[in-house]
């Protein structure tokens, strides 16, 4: 090969290279020109906003697609003390604490979905109660928080069995102080599940409630004060329905798939950030285009805005969540105004994890 063969050749390759890196820069970070994303020529979504985790956990223990979902437990004493529970679909549920360090694993089924409530009384104490959908045996596995370890205990009366587990959520309600638990599977079948003391000290349940809807879902969300259930139904958008086990098959759509909405398939995680007086903000994770849309807690969900986690602070950017969960308390410095809590469908280089990003990063207000 001579000089000038090699130097066309060397032009090629790096006009090749630039080419493939804007490419990927372009897929990496989705933007409003996605056609999905345009209608008559203008984009439906106002920009997409861009923050980054401050914080990551370690990886699950199980490879390829198996952390999922996770649920926020708010030490009462020493808020900064609070830990993070996830899913690893593959085989079990973990416990971390706000630095993302695995404080426990229990290998105990392959848990889809997890949510978590306090002030459950059990055995006369109130406990801070978790539930999650286990997919080995299409069981709820129920657990309470021991404040002292952080760590998870087994207070299964028995092992219930739900229809198929796939995405899981809790409700307590406001009006009645009745815990619940609601589980659906692939094909649009939801359960609600009344979760009360066996008067042994042990959670049992009993169902009394059924919904279908026509296609795919799974996450989902209950907002105990103004007694709503949300569910995604991945390729078509969020659902409300009221969350009393009396609340009926009546629904509203709040969002969408597709050129008429903000969200691109699939649904997946929801979460609500309590504000004060009713109000404050029901999240979506818009797995389709790797963001997150925001919208008004109260009222008609009113769209809000949609956000992406970007790389920073030396951790990945994080993309193909699945479960998602936020709180707004304050959990010390790291976390003032709260945390959100993405699963990462691709952890650069290790298993699946969580990705932690600090709220006021979210919504724009300062720290206080
Ligand atoms: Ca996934
Ligand atoms: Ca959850
Ligand atoms: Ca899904
Ligand atoms: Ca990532």
């Not at 804007?22 to 439906?44: C, I, K, V, Y």
């Not at 539930?131 to 760590?151: E, F, H, K, Q």
């Not at 969540?321 to 959100?340: E, H, M, Q």
Request: net charge neutral; with cysteine; hydrophobic share 35%.
């Amino acid at each position: 090969m001579n000089k000038e063969t090699r130097k066309k050749i060397a032009t090629v390759i790096s006009i090749y290279s630039i080419l493939m890196a804007f490419s990927l820069l372009a897929a990496a970070h989705p933007t409003t020109a996605d056609p999905a994303l345009m209608r008559n020529g203008r984009s439906t979504v106002k920009p997409i906003h861009s923050v980054a985790a401050t914080v990551e956990t370690h990886p699950v223990p199980n490879a390829e697609d198996a952390a999922d979902d996770s649920a926020i437990w708010i030490d009462p004493v020493d808020a900064s003390r609070s830990a993070i529970i996830g899913t690893d679909k593959q085989g079990g549920i973990a416990v971390y604490d706000l630095a993302g360090n695995q404080i426990q694993y229990l290998p105990d089924g392959k848990m889809n979905n997890v949510d978590i409530r306090t002030g459950f009384l059990l055995g006369g104490q109130s406990v801070a109660l978790v539930a999650a959908s286990n997919r080995s045996d299409d069981t709820i596995a129920l657990y309470r928080v021991n404040p002292s370890t952080r760590m998870l205990e087994d207070v299964a009366a028995r092992r219930v069995k739900t229809v198929m587990a796939y995405g899981c959520c809790m409700y307590r309600s406001a009006k009645t102080g009745k815990f619940y638990y609601f589980v659906n599977d692939k094909f649009g079948q939801v359960e609600q599940w009344q979760l009360f003391d066996n008067g042994k000290g042990k959670v049992d349940a009993r169902r009394v409630r059924r919904l279908k809807l026509a296609t795919q879902v799974e996450g989902c969300v209950a907002d105990d004060d103004l007694g709503y259930f949300y569910i995604g139904e991945e390729n078509v958008g969020i659902w409300k329905y009221r969350a009393e086990p009396s609340g009926g098959r009546r629904r509203t759509l709040v969002d969408s798939t597709g050129p008429r909405g903000h969200l691109a398939a699939d649904v997946e995680g929801l979460t609500i950030a309590y504000g004060k007086n009713g109000k404050g903000y029901l999240i979506a994770s818009s797995q389709g285009n790797n963001s997150y849309v925001i919208y008004r807690r109260e009222g008609r969900n009113r769209y809000v805005k949609t956000f992406q986690i970007i790389a920073d602070n030396g951790i990945d950017e994080v993309g193909n969540t699945d479960g998602i969960d936020v709180t707004t308390a304050n959990l010390g410095p790291a976390f003032p105004r709260g945390v959100f809590i993405a699963q990462d469908g691709l952890n650069e280089g290790a298993n699946q994890n969580f990705k932690l990003v600090p709220w006021h990063l979210i919504t724009g207000e300062d720290q206080p």
